[in-house]
């Protein structure tokens, strides 16, 4: 089932269980895809990673308001984006592990064949495009970044070793 289907079958199902945290989660998410419809226009179809992308740019939204509400010391606050935060999660793909992420990570720098942090955007973008929804895009960002100055001082090392 495409999740924009899913996401308005459960919409009928919470209106009928009288559900309102996840009656106005879901409505909050297919306002989230429409929103993004429109911006693409009439003659494109959205593909099943853009709605990902968009629910994704929802969960990360509401982790950012649960750091500000913690801060603020608004448990309130806090307890019901954490609720929703679950609630994003159920409709997004399983978050690759450490491992996984990093082997995505090796591919596409040897695809890119980056060198240096010089191709980081190259590297970030290819990586985000594989990963779409299953990765916070601050790790990946840290791991890219470590990956590269690893081989850019591998690289270094190797230039000074007489020949």
Do not use: C, F, H, W
Not at 61 to 80: H, T
Not at 95 to 105: H, N, Q
Not at 139 to 161: G, H, W
């Amino acid at each position: 089932m495409k999740l924009k289907e899913k996401l308005n079958e459960d919409m009928r199902k919470a209106l009928r269980e009288k559900d309102t945290l996840r009656l106005s989660t879901i409505r909050l998410l297919l306002a989230a895809i429409k929103n993004l419809e429109i911006a693409k226009g009439k003659d494109k179809e959205l593909k099943e990673s853009d709605l990902i992308g968009a629910l994704s740019s929802e969960a990360k939204k509401r982790k950012e308001s649960i750091e500000e509400y913690k801060k603020g010391k608004r448990e309130d606050l806090v307890e019901k984006e954490t609720k929703e935060l679950e609630i994003i999660k159920e409709y997004l793909p399983k978050e690759l592990s450490p491992e996984e992420l990093g082997r995505i990570i090796e591919e596409t720098i040897e695809e890119i064949d980056a060198k240096d942090l010089k191709d980081m955007g190259k590297v970030m973008g290819a990586v985000m495009e594989k990963i779409k929804g299953r990765a916070d895009g601050k790790v990946v960002n840290q791991m890219v970044r470590e990956r590269l100055t690893k081989r850019e001082s591998t690289r270094i090392t190797e230039a000074d070793e007489p020949k």
